[in-house]
Structure formats: structure tokens, C-alpha cells
């Protein structure tokens, strides 16, 4: 089993890998990051890391010899509706999709084209639309239909037409050229789109298989991942066997992502959060993914379990109403004055017990375009003299209540009354408005209902990717429902392949920190704990766990 | 003047009755004293119900703090001492406001009868076959959560079994002599009836089931709260404090003991004295 | 009474199409889009109204709500949910166990502890285990259901380490959310058998009973009990009907896939075709029980079974 920890080694995670075993640099990166002394824990290679990567791997890198696992069970805390591969994303299903499926590559920054293989074998871009892409000519499903480009095709035109994501619309066609080679081909020139696609959005299967389901797999499931599903009760459990078959024989080539390393997988479904840790004590389940910060600090500091902080996909921020007639409209300085006076450090310590990190601009830092230079530039850094200072310049009139609207969690409720209170301090009166998903995804483009929105965003790939939610398309406003024409220049250069340059996402950034239109607050940890003889997991680009790729140790038992 | 000298020895009774119930009475005690905490909160709190200590976070119990601190450094001590009022005015509120609908529409079908009546029960029969809780969790989704459509959305689930109650009282009493004496004799109008000699004679059970309303509302509102459809913050109300903290409950089980135990001292307080009010009014119970 | 069983039986199509009608209205009025839920917040207003247009969100009022009716009252067809794309029967069939055994375990629950507590209180009236006995009714069904839920798993998972915590599989699953959902019930038993049970003992052939020189115990137990039980049958089936609707909170708390969870988690996502599809059905399956409570009532008590012939 050594070389398949080697594998891992490979895939260019040398750098996180490295940090593992290496108390005084793990706890480095732990206090960067807010983490809670792991540096405290005992021997220091037993320790959790922070995965800058936010990628592949954290790897405790303990000397302990690894083995095959037999039975784990692992608790997810979204339900799972439908194992379809094209259906509509929730987050039940991302949890479990790249272990029922594969997709055609992985995001991966040691490459040249930024993307390796898992059906892919190599490919190639073209031109600014179209990417050509040439798989493996030995792949088979679990029930021994062979893959090639006419099933590729097949997937991504129908995943098109099925409509379920927004990017839908964005295919133009996937098209075969010889038998294991297709040309995925955009009806727009936009960055990372494609990409996206491929490693994320469209899960491959045999045209075969899907045509032969009597339920088009939304239970039951035949693909080419290492894993077969042979036990799903809806809304409970899914129990997955290793596919002894698994197509892929050459084991130096098995993607990162396509491991097996445990013979039978049982997710359990747990939607209660306080009910996720009581599982993982009571041995229920070996691995707790996506715990809340609240609830995987009470792990930390015990010995029988490893605690994998890994920067999150997501990031929180806030946005103001600039239409006409709102409050916020054509006034920077009073919406620069209400991030002034938010405490973006307290916000990290307040809510999310240290594990998060405060944000330096709109979009991740992981995202392969994220500049560096950003980190050390002023970023409404918590001045509340400034803050009362810009509120006064202003003019705005500080009797009027401020709405501020958010989709209602319990992570948002408590971000929600701690920037209430921050706003206070300068003499601004909030109202809470936390709204159930539905009613806010409706009113937020509604300008009489909110003058504040804190949401969430996921940022994974490319910082420019965000850049749409400030495009005006059609009838559909800019989130902060400003109407700005420099903006929307803006906006639509940097999502294209040829103005995505470094100065003109420069500019950008620039420009909407001066206008101050968002505001990124910090990046939340994603914790994922397990036993403490499963020794490394393995996340995807998203965040989301996949057991089958975890490490497990001698001293695993199942 | 031979009436209310009548109602009012009626009235002693029930008290006297009801004075030999130990639980009853400390429930009332209980609820007094609740009652003017609430009142009082403003003054007796000891800080603010929103300040926020950062320095506090999860504060265990102190001579500062004596329930501790929540997960934002706030004192738990003043948010339920503050949250007395959300959540008794919840209670409250929500029964007051089913008790008019149920006045509306069950004094519409006990006293007119026909196809009134008909076509309230029907009505009623199809609300009340779709489940409670869910209709309280589809109106709060259709109004939004908000202490005002939290109370509205409980008190409309909640609202068919006062409509029953008080049309079968009207229908008991509205063939008696006495009404169509005064109907005859006095020329009385149909409201007036209702007002004059309905209402006080419902008024009895009407009394035991909504001081139990009060105490299934309050538990109904900590249910929404669960589900995410409950008040919103920083209102203190005790349901969104107990479900906010569940996941500190292992941690820092003070911030999840203090809001629980008040709650249920609460609502048994409540359902001890409506116990003990069904036991002093009703005659059949008599010794 | 035959005669009577098809009068009510049909006396509960309108209601039920009633019930659809309210159910379609509210849903019609609330304010949120499945078709953004299915494509995610990014998606533009442009994409949202293709959809909806596919999904024949946009037509008339009265043209979804008779399409609606026709489907479920004609075809016998609840639909298909949005986001699962399976049929709304089929998730009913899979889900409706889970349910049915937590209000089934709930109601023997119930039983098997209002009523004695109930006859201990009646039997003991103002006495100090009167009070006990009302007390420990009352306590259980004082504290919200999460929360109570939540504790019982702290005891018997965490310290003691003999029930699993959440989920279903075994029967050992349903032991805490059996016992969390059942307290509600005990104390309305409770009270029901004991104020059914004081006005039975109070009544002439009770007292007659005794004064011929029964004893104390069969006078109670013999002659007093069964029919003081009587009004207990239709409390039991209601609060039946009631709990397979009503076990949102608990199946949501113990991760139990039952109805419950199925329709808190559509009115979320605003997958219409299965909260109405399922508020129909328990509106119908409500119904039926409430029919059969009545004449298993008609049985049992002779007195209205005489009105019937």
C-alpha cells in the first residue's frame, strides 16, 4: 500500500505533505490560520494540518504502516435525494458524487493545463471555445461496458440539455473526433468554464448503462468508479463495495481521487449537527465530514481522533443595495464606512472559534489567478474612526433601520447579530431579516426588501469566476443591483479568455474595492474528523470528503 | 343584581376549589411571578440582552454572569429574563389571536347553525386533517420568520380546536330558555346575545384550553425555531435560544440547561394550572 | 351502519379535494422559486423563466390548480418531484413506514403509560400520588421534543452507550424518538383516563355496585375501567393520525427518513408536487382513521351502536 501513499506524493501536494510530521511548521500554519493548538497535541505526528491547497490532501504523514480497510462508515450531514448523475446539485449529492462517479480530470496546479486525468488521458486546448480531450481506451463501467468518446459525448450533451445547472447553457457541443477523443466546445469565450465542466459538473457514464437504468440511476447506479453501490435507503444510508474490477489496472495511474482504499463504504446520513459528533463518539461512524467548527472543537484536543481542518470552499461576504432609491446608492463612502467598522478578526474568533480566515478580496486564495500582492493591500482593515469619519462625509442619514438580509443558518445568524452589534458602534441601527433559502434567493434581487445581503460564495477556481455575479445579464441585476457601466466593462474583460490578464484582474479587484460593492469577509475552515487511526483523507476541489481515498492505518479495525 | 351576586359566588367557588390544588396554585405563583419579570425586565436585567463581551465567550457560571454566557459573550441571565416577554407574549398572543378566530367563526356556525354551519365544519374538517406543525411551517414560509408571523402561523394551525370548542358550547346553550326569553323579550340582536350570555358561559373551558394553548405554543414556537422558521435573532425568545445553543450542549451544557429549564418550568407551570382550573370548573368533579 | 360507513367514506372526497385545494392555494402564494432551488443562485432571470415555463409553473392560477385536481383526484397521479424526479407515490410507499412506526411505538407508548398513570391519579383523587402521578404526565410534555430528544441520546448513547444515537436499521433505532415523541401523548392520556375515570366512579351503577357489597378493587377495576377506557379509543386514534403528520421535529432530530423529513425538506426546496402529493395522502390517511376510530367506537359502546341499527 506504500505506493499508493506514494501516488499521492505525486499529484504535487509535495509541499502539504511535507508539512506533516513537523510539529513546529504544522504549528505555524495552524496559528496563521486560527487554527486550535494542534501544536499541542501530543508527538506531533499524529496532527491535523491546515490544507492550503485546499485540493487533495492531508496527511498526517505518521510513520504508522498503512492498510486496507474493511468496513467504514462515514456520516455526511446533508440528505441525498437522488444519485443521478446530472441532476440538480444539492449539497447531499456533492458529497457523494466523485465516490459514485468519475469525471473526466481533476484541477491540479503542477500541470500545464492546470488539469491531470482520471478518465483523461491528455488534452489539449484549441482555441479560446473549445478544449480537445482523449480518455483512457480501457475504461469499463461495473457492469463491463466500455467508455469511449461517443459516451462522453453523449454525457455532456445530455447534461446540457437536462438544464440542471446554470452552465448549461454555456455548452455548445461535446463532439467526437476518433473513438477516444471529443472536443468539448463553449458558445463563449470564458475562462475556466470548460475546465469546470470536466472536473466537477459532468460525471461520466456509458450511454449503455444510463439507457439500460429503469430509473435513469437515480438509485441505482452503474458507472467506472472503484466503488459499486449495493445498499441505498433514501434519506438514511448508502453502502458502496469496492469494485474488485475497477478499470484502471496500471495502479502508478489511478487518479487521487479514484482510490479504493477500503473495501465497503456505509454513509450515513445525519442531518442534525449535534448529532454528527454523537455518532462519531459512539463508534456509529469512523469519519464525521463537514462538522461544524462548534462541534470539532471538543475532537481537538482528544487523543482517539484526528481533526482535518481544510480551508473551505466558501467564503462569507456582504453587499450593499445600490439601486436607485436604495440607501446605499451612489454613496461609496457609506458603504465603505459599514466595512470599516466591521471587525473581520472578531467575526473569525466570534463565530467561528478561530477556525477561519479573514478575507483580502473578492475570491478565494486558492483560485489560481488569486494575486498574492492582494494579501498586503489595504482592505477596509476594522478602523472605527475611519469608519465614523466616512459615515460623517457621507451625508447618509444614520436615523433610517438597515436591513441586512441573509439565508438563515446558524453560522449566518450569529455573523448577522455580531455585525449588528459593530454597526451599532458607529451609531447604525440594523434589522435582522434571516429568511429559509427559498424566500432569499427570491428577494434578493427584489431592491425594496434588504439593504445589506451576507451570503456565502464558493470560489475554487478562478477568482473571475465571481466576477458574473456582478455582470448584469438580461433582466438579471448585479447582486449589489448596482447599474454601473465601468463595472460591467470590467466585469465581462476578465471572464474572458483573452482579457483575463493580470492587470486587468488587477483593475477589477481595484475596482470594486474603491466602489466597495462586496465586501469578503473571511474564509471558514471545513473540519473533517475521524478516528484517530484513519491517518490522512482526501477532499476534492470542492472540500467535500471522499472515504475511500482516506489513509487508513495497521490499527483500523472493521 | 340577583345575576352577577350569582357569577360571583360562582367565581369564589372556583377559586376555593382551586386553592386546594397545591399544583395548580404554585403554577400560578410560578406564572405571576414570570409574568412580572416580564414586566420588569427592562429594570432587573442585569446587562443588556444584545451586549456583546467577546472576553466572555461561553462564560461558565459566575457571581458576574450566574447562568454564564452564550456563544457571542452575551449574559443568559438577562436574555431570559428579556426573553420572558417574546416568549409570553407568544403564548399569549398566538391563543388570544386563535380564540378570535375562534369566536369569529364558531359563534358564525354555533349560533346561526344551517348552511353556516355546514360550511365552517367542512372547512374546518379539511383543515384540521392537514397536520399542525406543518401548517405552521408552510405559513411561516409563506410570511417569512418574524416574531409577528411566528405568532400568526401557530395561532392559524392551532385555531380549529377553539372554533370546535366554543361552537359546541353555543350549540349546548343556545336552545335554552333563558336565550329565547331575552331574545323574545328584550329584542336582544344576535351579537348582543353572543356577547351577553354566550361568552360567559364559555368562557369556563374556554379558559382551561387556552391557558394549555398558551403552554403547547410556546413548545410549538421552539419546534419552528428548530426547523429555522422561528424568531428571529437577537430576540431572546427562549424556543431560539434552547434550539441556537444545541450544539454547545455538550461543551457548555449552561447555555443549553438555563434557557431549557426555564422553558419547561414555563410551560408546566402553565399546564399544571390549566390541570388544576379543568378540576375547580367542572361541576361533575365536585366533591 | 354500513349505510353510515359509505356516507362518511364519501363524505371524504370533498374533503380530501378540499384539502388539495388549500394546500395548492397556500403553496401558490408563498413566495420562492423551485426553478432557482434547481439551478442554484447564480441562475439569471432568463434561465429561471425557461424553466418555469417548461415546468408549467407560469400558467394561470386556475389552470395549475385544475391541471392539479384532475391529476390526483382523476389519474390518481400525486406527480413527480422536482428534484428527485421520482414519483411522489413511490417516495410515500418508502417513506411511510419509517413514520408509521414511530407513531405506532408512540401510541403504545402512550398507552402503555397515561393510562396507568391516569387510573392511579382517578383512583387516588387529591391525594398525594393523584399529584405524582399528574406531575410526571405533565413534565414529559413540557419540554420541546428536540430538546428532550437530544438529552435522551446524551444518556443512553453517549453515557451509557446502549442505543444508537441517530438513523434506522434496527429496532433499537426507534427506542429515543419512540419515547421523545410518545411524552406528548402520555399526558394527554393521562388526563383523559382520569377524568373519564373520576365521572365513571362517580356513576349510579358504581355505586350501586359497591353498595352490594363488591369490593373496593373490582368495583374499579371490573366494572369501572372498561368503560372509562372508552373515550381513550378516540383520543388514541386521532393522536395517531396526528403523529404521522406531526413527527417533523423528531425524524428531523434522529435523522429518520419518514414523511416528516421528506416534506420539511419540499416546502424547503418548494417541490411542490411533493408537499401537496404528501398533504393529500395524510389528509386522506387521517381521514380513514378517524372513520375507523368511530366505528370501532360504535362497537364498543352500545349505546351508539343502537343508533346506527
Known amino acids: ?558 | ?287 | 351502519m354500513t349505510k353510515y360507513v359509505i356516507k362518511r367514506l364519501l363524505w371524504m372526497i370533498p374533503v380530501a379535494v378540499g384539502v388539495a385545494v388549500v394546500i395548492f392555494t397556500i403553496l401558490y402564494f408563498t413566495p420562492g422559486d423551485p426553478a432557482v432551488m434547481i439551478l442554484g443562485s447564480s441562475a439569471t432571470f432568463e434561465d429561471r423563466q425557461a424553466l418555469r415555463e417548461t415546468m408549467g409553473l407560469n400558467d394561470a392560477y386556475i389552470v395549475q390548480l385544475f391541471r392539479f385536481l384532475k391529476d390526483t383526484f382523476i389519474e390518481f397521479n400525486l406527480g413527480t418531484s422536482y428534484f428527485t424526479n421520482k414519483a411522489v407515490t413511490t417516495e410515500i410507499a418508502a417513506r411511510l413506514p419509517y413514520t408509521f412506526i414511530l407513531a405506532l411505538g408512540s401510541m403504545i407508548l402512550s398507552c402503555v403509560a397515561g393510562i396507568p398513570l391516569g387510573i392511579t391519579a382517578a383512583v387516588n383523587q387529591n391525594k398525594l400520588s393523584d399529584r405524582i402521578s399528574m406531575l410526571i404526565a405533565l413534565i414529559g410534555v413540557s419540554m420541546p421534543q428536540f430538546w428532550i430528544g437530544l438529552l435522551l441520546v446524551l444518556l443512553f448513547s453517549v453515557h451509557l452507550g446502549i442505543l444508537p444515537p441517530s438513523g434506522v436499521g434496527t429496532w433499537q433505532h426507534y427506542i429515543i424518538p419512540v419515547i421523545a415523541t410518545s411524552l406528548g401523548g402520555i399526558a394527554t392520556q393521562a388526563r383523559l383516563v382520569r377524568s373519564s375515570m373520576l365521572e365513571v366512579i362517580r356513576s349510579d351503577y358504581v355505586t350501586t355496585a359497591r353498595a352490594k357489597g363488591v369490593s373496593r378493587f373490582t368495583a374499579v377495576y371490573k366494572h369501572a375501567l372498561p368503560n372509562a377506557l372508552i373515550p381513550v379509543i378516540t383520543q388514541v386514534g386521532t393522536s395517531f393520525g396526528k403523529t404521522l403528520g406531526g413527527t417533523i421535529v423528531i425524524e428531523s432530530v434522529f435523522s429518520i427518513p419518514g414523511i416528516g423529513n421528506y416534506m420539511i425538506s419540499a416546502v424547503n426546496n418548494r417541490d411542490y408536487p411533493v408537499v401537496r402529493g404528501s398533504v393529500v395522502f395524510l389528509a386522506v390517511a387521517f381521514s380513514l382513521i378517524v372513520l375507523l376510530v368511530d366505528i370501532i367506537y360504535a362497537y364498543v359502546d352500545p349505546r351508539i351502536k343502537a343508533q346506527y341499527k
Not at chain 1, 471538543?298 to 461576504?317: K, Q
Request: aromatic residues 8%.
Open chain 1, 1 to 558: 500500500m506504500k505506493r499508493k501513499v506514494l501516488a499521492l506524493f505525486l499529484v504535487g501536494m509535495m509541499t502539504i505533505t511535507m508539512l506533516a510530521g513537523c510539529s513546529s511548521k504544522n504549528g505555524d500554519a495552524d496559528s496563521s490560520a486560527g487554527l486550535t493548538q494542534s501544536g499541542q497535541q501530543q508527538e506531533g505526528n499524529e496532527d491535523q494540518q491546515l490544507n492550503t491547497a485546499g485540493e487533495i490532501l492531508a496527511e498526517t504523514g505518521s510513520e504508522a504502516e498503512t492498510a486496507q480497510a474493511k468496513e467504514v462508515s462515514a456520516a455526511i450531514s446533508y440528505d441525498v435525494s437522488n444519485l443521478a448523475p446530472w441532476s440538480s446539485a444539492t449539497s447531499g449529492r456533492l458529497s457523494l458524487m466523485q465516490t459514485l462517479y468519475e469525471y473526466l480530470a481533476y484541477y491540479d496546479s503542477e500541470s500545464d493545463t492546470g488539469l491531470s486525468g482520471i478518465l483523461m488521458k491528455e488534452c489539449e486546448r484549441i482555441d479560446d471555445f473549445t478544449m480537445r480531450v482523449t480518455i483512457y481506451d480501457s475504461i469499463y463501467d461495473s457492469q463491463g461496458n466500455h467508455l469511449t468518446a461517443q459516451d462522453v459525448a453523449f454525457c455532456f450533451n445530455t447534461w446540457a440539455e437536462m438544464g440542471n445547472s446554470v452552465k448549461c447553457k454555456l455548452l455548445d457541443s461535446c463532439s467526437v473526433v476518433d473513438e477516444y477523443t471529443v472536443d468539448i466546445k463553449l458558445n463563449t469565450d470564458s475562462v475556466g468554464d470548460i475546465e469546470n465542466m470536466m472536473c466537477g459538473l459532468v460525471p461520466i457514464v456509458t450511454q449503455a448503462a444510463y439507457e439500460s437504468s429503469d430509473d435513469e440511476m437515480i438509485e441505482h447506479v452503474v458507472s467506472t468508479s472503484p466503488y459499486i453501490v449495493t445498499d441505498y435507503v433514501e434519506g438514511s444510508t448508502l453502502t458502496v463495495e469496492k469494485n474488485e474490477n475497477y478499470w484502471q489496472k496500471d495502479e502508478s495511474l489511478i487518479s487521487p481521487f479514484s482510490l479504493a482504499n477500503a473495501d465497503k463504504i456505509t454513509f450515513r446520513i445525519v442531518t442534525e449537527a449535534s448529532q454528527v459528533s454523537t455518532n462519531l463518539e459512539t463508534n456509529v461512524v469512523d469519519i464525521a465530514a463537514n462538522m461544524s467548527s462548534a462541534e470539532a472543537a471538543r475532537f481537538e484536543t482528544d487523543d482517539n481522533y484526528n481533526v482535518f481542518a481544510i480551508a473551505g470552499s466558501n467564503f462569507h461576504w456582504i453587499t450593499f443595495n445600490c439601486s436607485e432609491g436604495g440607501m446605499f446608492y451612489n454613496n461609496p463612502d457609506f458603504r465603505k464606512a459599514v466595512c470599516y467598522a466591521i471587525d473581520a478578526a472578531g467575526i473569525v474568533e466570534g463565530v467561528f472559534n478561530g477556525g477561519a480566515k479573514v478575507s483580502r478580496a473578492y475570491g478565494n486564495p486558492e483560485c489560481v489567478d488569486y494575486n498574492k500582492a492582494w494579501d498586503s493591500e489595504e482592505y477596509y482593515e476594522y478602523n472605527i474612526e475611519k469608519a465614523k469619519e466616512l459615515l460623517a462625509s457621507s451625508g447618509a442619514d444614520t436615523s433610517q433601520v438597515i436591513r441586512i438580509m441573509y439565508p438563515q443558518t446558524s453560522v449566518n445568524n450569529s455573523m448577522a447579530q455580531i455585525i449588528q452589534s459593530y454597526l451599532l458602534e458607529i451609531g447604525l441601527n440594523c434589522e435582522l431579516l434571516g429568511y429559509e433559502s427559498a424566500l432569499y434567493q427570491t428577494y434578493k434581487t427584489e431592491a425594496g426588501e434588504w439593504d445589506i445581503i451576507l451570503d456565502e460564495k464558493q470560489s475554487v477556481d478562478y477568482v473571475t469566476s465571481l466576477a458574473s455575479t456582478l455582470q448584469v445579464s438580461g433582466s438579471t441585476p448585479a447582486i449589489c443591483l448596482a447599474e454601473d457601466e465601468k463595472l460591467q466593462e470590467l466585469v465581462s474583460l476578465v471572464q474572458s479568455n483573452e482579457g483575463h490578464t493580470e492587470e486587468n484582474i488587477n483593475a477589477y479587484m481595484g475596482y470594486i474595492k474603491d466602489e466597495c460593492y462586496v465586501y469578503a469577509i473571511c474564509q471558514a475552515n471545513i473540519y473533517h474528523v475521524t478516528e484517530s487511526s484513519i491517518n490522512g483523507i482526501v477532499t476534492n476541489f470542492k472540500g467535500w470528503l471522499l472515504p475511500g481515498c482516506a489513509v487508513y492505518t495497521k490499527d483500523f479495525e472493521r
Open chain 2, 1 to 287: 343584581m340577583d345575576k352577577r351576586y350569582k357569577s360571583e359566588s360562582q367565581a369564589l367557588a372556583v377559586l376555593k376549589r382551586m386553592s386546594r390544588n397545591k399544583a395548580s396554585l404554585t403554577g400560578l405563583v410560578i406564572l405571576s411571578i414570570l409574568i412580572l419579570i416580564a414586566l420588569l425586565a427592562a429594570w432587573i436585567m442585569p446587562y443588556s440582552y444584545t451586549k456583546m463581551d467577546m472576553a466572555n465567550r461561553f462564560a461558565k457560571p459566575s457571581f458576574q454572569h450566574l447562568f454564564g454566557c452564550d456563544e457571542l459573550g452575551r449574559d443568559i441571565l438577562s436574555r431570559l429574563i428579556y426573553g420572558a416577554r417574546y416568549s409570553l407574549i407568544l403564548g399569549l398572543g398566538s391563543v388570544g389571536l386563535s380564540v378570535i378566530f375562534g369566536l369569529m367563526l364558531g359563534s358564525a356556525a354555533g349560533f346561526f347553525g344551517g348552511i353556516v354551519d355546514s360550511v365552517i365544519m367542512r372547512f374546518l374538517d379539511i383543515f384540521s386533517s392537514i397536520p399542525g406543525m406543518l401548517m405552521a411551517v408552510v405559513i411561516s414560509a409563506v410570511l417569512g420568520s418574524g416574531f409577528g408571523n411566528c405568532i400568526l402561523a401557530i395561532s392559524v394551525s392551532t385555531m380549529p380546536q377553539y372554533v370546535r370548542l366554543l361552537r359546541a358550547q353555543i350549540m349546548s346553550i343556545r336552545n335554552m330558555e333563558y336565550l329565547e326569553a331575552s331574545a323574545t323579550l328584550q329584542n336582544c340582536s344576535k351579537l348582543r346575545i353572543i356577547v351577553k350570555h354566550v361568552l360567559p358561559n364559555s368562557l369556563s373551558s374556554l379558559i382551561v384550553t387556552a391557558t394549555m394553548g398558551v403552554a403547547s405554543s410556546i413548545l410549538m414556537a421552539a419546534g419552528l425555531s428548530y426547523v429555522g422558521l422561528g424568531v428571529q435573532p437577537p430576540n431572546p425568545e427562549w424556543g431560539a435560544m434552547l434550539s441556537g445553543a444545541r450544539s454547545y450542549l455538550r461543551d457548555y451544557p449552561h447555555m443549553v440547561i438555563f434557557p431549557g429549564i426555564v422553558l419547561a418550568v414555563t410551560v408546566l407551570s402553565l399546564n399544571m394550572l390549566g390541570d388544576g382550573l379543568r378540576d375547580a370548573l367542572d361541576p361533575k368533579l365536585k366533591k
